[in-house]
């Protein structure tokens, strides 16, 4: 698998102010998926981009994929406490689900 | 609707002794993967399964660690003369086909004395 680096590692934010979290590959990358991990919990799969430029939404949740391939971001708008946790990009090398993981960017929220 | 299930949740071992842990996957589910996650970092892939099968293990250590997936029953991830490096989260994760959407277990955090 390829390495798959994120950044920021860290990230404050207040209620309502908006969040970024980039991933990025020095290679193309075949595919990008995110999932959110809740302290204490487990990953849950967010979204797969595979098109050179997509975008997706879920509610106040927006993908991007690069037009290189090379680089994806999450961001969120107006953060709310229940969208603390770490986030992950992946990238599925291979056939099947055999995930190269970003090392994540933990989210807080202060009310 | 059971999601995957992973037993035990915490698991304590001295050096030297075994762990075995398991994992259910969704019903439905043939695909099986194993995933270690250390704290604050990423998950690391270690080996994928099918029914009986391995297809991919090049993410496992060589020596002590092993992954079986029997027709009948769990899959074990099995780690021999545990070491103090093999404390992490293990979790486990089922799809229902090839390249289909991933669902992870609650995972098992192993700690070792």
């Known amino acids: 698998g390829q390495q798959v680096m994120q950044i920021p590692q860290y990230q404050h934010v207040q209620e309502g102010e908006d969040f970024t979290t980039y991933c990025n590959s020095s290679?193309?990358?075949?595919?990008i998926q995110w999932y959110k991990q809740r302290p204490g919990g487990h990953p849950v799969f967010l979204i797969q981009?595979?098109?050179?430029?997509e975008v997706k939404k879920q509610k106040r949740l927006t993908f991007q994929f690069g037009e290189a391939k090379k680089n994806s971001s999450l961001h969120i708008t107006a953060t709310q406490t229940t969208d603390v946790g770490t986030y992950f990009c992946?990238?599925?090398?291979?056939?099947?689900?055999?995930?190269?993981f970003g090392g994540g960017t933990r989210l807080m929220v202060k009310p | 609707n059971a999601g995957v299930m992973q037993n035990p949740r915490h698991l304590v071992r001295r050096r030297g002794q075994e762990a075995r842990l398991r994992c259910s996957p969704m019903?439905?589910?043939?695909?099986v993967y194993w995933y270690r996650q250390l704290p604050e970092e990423g998950l690391k892939f270690m080996v994928y399964?099918?029914?009986?099968?391995?297809?991919?293990e090049s993410g496992m250590p060589k020596e002590r660690f092993s992954a079986e997936f029997p027709k009948e029953g769990p899959s074990i991830l099995r780690i021999q003369q545990v070491v103090r490096g093999d404390s992490a989260a293990y979790f486990c994760?089922?799809?229902?086909?090839?390249?289909?959407?991933?669902?992870f277990g609650s995972g098992t955090q192993l700690s070792v004395l």
């Open positions: 290679t193309t990358l075949s595919n």
């Open positions: 399964l099918q029914k009986e099968n391995i297809i991919d």
């Open positions: 981009l595979v098109k050179s430029g």
């Open positions: 992946a990238e599925a090398y291979n056939a099947g689900n055999m995930l190269t």
């Open positions: 019903k439905g589910h043939s695909h």
């Open positions: 994760a089922s799809s229902r086909g090839v390249d289909e959407k991933l669902f």
